[in-house]
């Protein structure tokens, strides 16, 4: 199989289905801001040290996958979709994981270890996503609501992870003070 098609050579991408649109849609801005979280992610995880970390961004970004396949096919279509239990799965490890982490009292600027600074890279460009995905829902409705709340919890998640890599690596957080 070819790594090039040419069918895209004028702008144009295939929705799954075989749909064709613009590649600046709404919908293509979204799923493609999902590829890149993915992407970052993956540089995250060549930063992380700590193994519970590293399956947790594993786990996440094979459900990218799916997010992204949700995206790009009409919610018609018969297919593996982010549903609840995706999203409660990401609030259960968000429990656990605070479980071990000190009570947050201000604001922290990102940053820290190698690892925890790319996993706050991966929440921005998740934040990112979800305003795409926003804007997509107002001008088509052919979206599964369920993915909205899972990238709302995917940045809570991500930024709580930050902070247990950064906790884990020695990494110190750093208050955000208002500059004079």
């Given at each position: 199989m070819k790594i090039y098609t040419r069918r895209g050579?004028?702008?144009?991408?295939?929705?799954?289905?075989?749909e064709r649109?613009?590649?600046?849609?709404?919908?293509?801005?979204?799923?493609?801001?999902?590829?890149?979280?993915?992407?970052?992610?993956?540089?995250?995880?060549t930063f992380c040290r700590n193994q519970k970390v590293k399956e947790i961004l594993s786990?996440?970004?094979?459900?990218l996958f799916t997010a992204g396949a949700d995206l790009a096919t009409s919610?018609?279509?018969?297919?593996?979709?982010i549903k609840e239990t995706d999203w409660r799965y990401l609030e259960s490890i968000i429990d656990e994981l605070q479980k071990e982490l000190p009570p947050l009292k201000n604001f922290i600027l990102p940053g820290g270890?190698?690892?925890?600074?790319?996993?706050?890279?991966s929440r921005a460009v998740c934040r990112r996503?979800?305003?795409?995905?926003?804007?997509?829902?107002?001008?088509?409705r052919d979206v599964n609501s369920q993915m909205l709340v899972y990238l709302n919890r995917l940045s809570d998640l991500l930024f709580v992870l930050a902070r247990y890599e950064n906790i884990l690596e020695g990494g110190k957080e750093k208050i955000w003070q208002k500059e004079n």
């Amino acid at each position: 199989m070819k790594i090039y098609t040419r069918r895209g050579d004028e702008g144009q991408t295939s929705l799954f289905g075989g749909e064709r649109v613009e590649k600046d849609s709404p919908r293509v801005s979204a799923y493609g801001t999902l590829d890149e979280l993915n992407s970052v992610m993956g540089v995250a995880l060549t930063f992380c040290r700590n193994q519970k970390v590293k399956e947790i961004l594993s786990s996440v970004q094979h459900q990218l996958f799916t997010a992204g396949a949700d995206l790009a096919t009409s919610t018609k279509r018969e297919m593996d979709r982010i549903k609840e239990t995706d999203w409660r799965y990401l609030e259960s490890i968000i429990d656990e994981l605070q479980k071990e982490l000190p009570p947050l009292k201000n604001f922290i600027l990102p940053g820290g270890s190698p690892g925890a600074s790319c996993i706050h890279f991966s929440r921005a460009v998740c934040r990112r996503a979800e305003r795409l995905l926003v804007n997509l829902m107002k001008v088509e409705r052919d979206v599964n609501s369920q993915m909205l709340v899972y990238l709302n919890r995917l940045s809570d998640l991500l930024f709580v992870l930050a902070r247990y890599e950064n906790i884990l690596e020695g990494g110190k957080e750093k208050i955000w003070q208002k500059e004079n």
